[in-house]
């Protein structure tokens, strides 16, 4: 168990539809991540939040908007959901602790994963 | 961009043998180089990593080097054994916050 908790775990929903994920860091943590893993692809960042503020944002759509909220969970929203963004959704989260200004990055801790389905 | 490259895309050995994945990153402000192993339907978990001002790292059966100059490292598994089968992800993190770009991945098979 990574610490780090996701929801819904499965979501089947139609096209054109709209979805939230959770995610819910570890405790402490401060920094949350998103990525996308479709059918046999990769980990494709999306978005990056640290203590309420967006720090980095990679191949996210339009149609998707996430945020982080006071108590540290964030939700990652998908609208006008298209068959293509079908896939496993993880959150995953990292220590504050780890000079990531200076030193650099540290472990990410993922979630589940969210698997959405979309028909 | 940043981007990262990793090949091979599918590794199949024989258990016991050696197996090696190679990864290229784009910038070289790149300064953090992880890697992942993902179990089928499992998520991703850190196996190793290294950093910018060091060449080499070992971890029992697992070790990866870093080449700056070329930009590039590699993860080396000696003996390996059928629990060692998964989806194998290489990372670069740059400079300035933790955005961690991963490789396309790679699929180890062990055959016993």
């Known amino acids: 168990d990574s610490g780090v908790t996701q929801t819904p775990k499965h979501l089947i929903t139609a096209t054109g539809q709209r979805v939230t994920l959770r995610c819910s860091p570890r405790?402490?943590?401060?920094?949350v991540y998103w990525y996308q893993q479709s059918l046999d692809q990769g980990l494709q960042f999306l978005i990056q939040y640290y203590n309420g503020e967006e720090r980095a944002k990679g191949n996210i759509l339009e149609r998707f908007s996430a945020q982080q909220f006071p108590d540290l969970h964030s939700e990652l929203n998908l609208s006008s959901l298209e068959l293509g963004d079908s896939a496993l959704y993880f959150c995953?989260?990292?220590?504050?602790?780890?000079?990531?200004?200076?030193?650099?990055?540290?472990?990410?801790?993922f979630g589940e994963g969210s698997r959405l389905t979309v028909l | 961009g940043e981007n990262v490259e990793q090949h091979p895309s599918t590794l199949s050995v024989q258990e016991g043998d050696s197996a090696v994945i190679k990864c290229t990153y784009s910038d070289s402000a790149s300064n953090y180089f992880p890697w992942y192993k993902q179990e089928l339907g499992k998520r991703p978990q850190l196996i190793i990593d290294i950093r910018s001002n060091v060449g080499e790292k070992k971890d029992q059966r697992i070790a990866v080097t870093l080449n700056k100059t070329a930009k590039h490292f590699s993860l080396h598994i000696t003996e390996t054994q059928p629990e060692d089968s998964a989806v194998y992800f290489c990372a670069a993190a740059y400079t300035g916050f933790q955005k961690l770009v991963f490789g396309t991945g790679t699929r180890l098979l062990v055959s016993p």
């Open positions: 405790s402490g943590d401060l920094s």
């Open positions: 995953a989260s990292s220590a504050p602790d780890r000079g990531f200004e200076i030193a650099g990055a540290g472990e990410l801790f």
